[in-house]
């Protein structure tokens, strides 16, 4: 059982829609982030929450932290092609770091 | 990938042999940790190290051995490779940023073991 679900698990979408995937937990973490990884490389460090209920902006990119921080969303306005990848959320306990399973999205020109 | 490097990039190993997995970092930071990545799993921290000198299992350590005698490398042991040891492997580092922290994974290890 993963301490963090990540959903949906797989999301294909037309190029120019929007989405969210979520990242939810029963355990309170000090802060969460979230990563792209794409094929054959290493996840890639998009942002970092620190706080309960902390909206951070990436352009496109809009990342919330729950209010109790124990989950979180990426919402991703007029997706484009070059959003494809793996979407990891981690959360961050101490020296304890834990990752989802991770949404894989495909964004069709 | 720049500041962490692996190697190898790909490596298959016989079920019982022993190998070494290598993680450099130029960027002087203490916190150094591997991950293993494995199909609807995301990843999993191995071992990690606050400093040289300094070690601490993570949450699937069994199977791993870990040493930080410089704050540069991190090496990851395998001292009888299984095949539930076939993975792809992350090494990370970590340090703080103000009120956050910044994390930056290498490139990885492919990792077969038959």
């Known amino acids: 059982t993963q301490l963090l679900e990540q959903s949906p698990q797989f999301l294909s979408i037309q190029e120019g829609e929007n989405l969210t995937v979520y990242c939810n937990s029963s355990?309170?973490?000090?802060?969460l982030q979230w990563y792209r990884q794409e094929p054959g490389e290493g996840p890639v460090l998009l942002v970092t929450v620190v706080t309960g209920g902390e909206v951070k902006k990436l352009k496109r990119l809009t990342f919330q932290f729950g209010d109790a921080r124990k989950d979180s969303s990426l919402h991703i306005t007029a997706a484009q092609p070059g959003d494809t990848g793996l979407y990891l959320c981690a959360g961050k306990k101490n020296n304890d770091m834990r990752f989802g399973a991770g949404t894989r999205l495909t964004v069709k020109p | 990938n720049a500041g962490v490097t692996q190697t190898p990039k790909f490596q298959v190993l016989k079920t019982g042999q022993s190998m070494t997995l290598q993680c450099a970092q130029d960027m002087n930071h203490e916190y150094m940790s591997w991950y293993r990545q494995d199909p609807g799993m995301g990843l999993r921290l191995i071992h990690y190290?606050?400093?040289?000198?300094?070690?601490d299992q993570g949450e699937v350590p069994n199977g791993y051995n870990v040493s930080r005698s410089t704050t540069e490398d991190f090496p990851l042991r395998l001292l009888s490779a299984a095949p539930s040891q076939t993975s792809v492997y992350f090494c990370a580092i970590r340090w703080r940023t103000g009120g956050s922290y910044e994390q930056y994974f290498g490139p990885g290890t492919r990792l077969t073991v038959t």
């Open positions: 355990s309170v973490f000090s802060s």
């Open positions: 190290s606050v400093g040289a000198g300094i070690t």
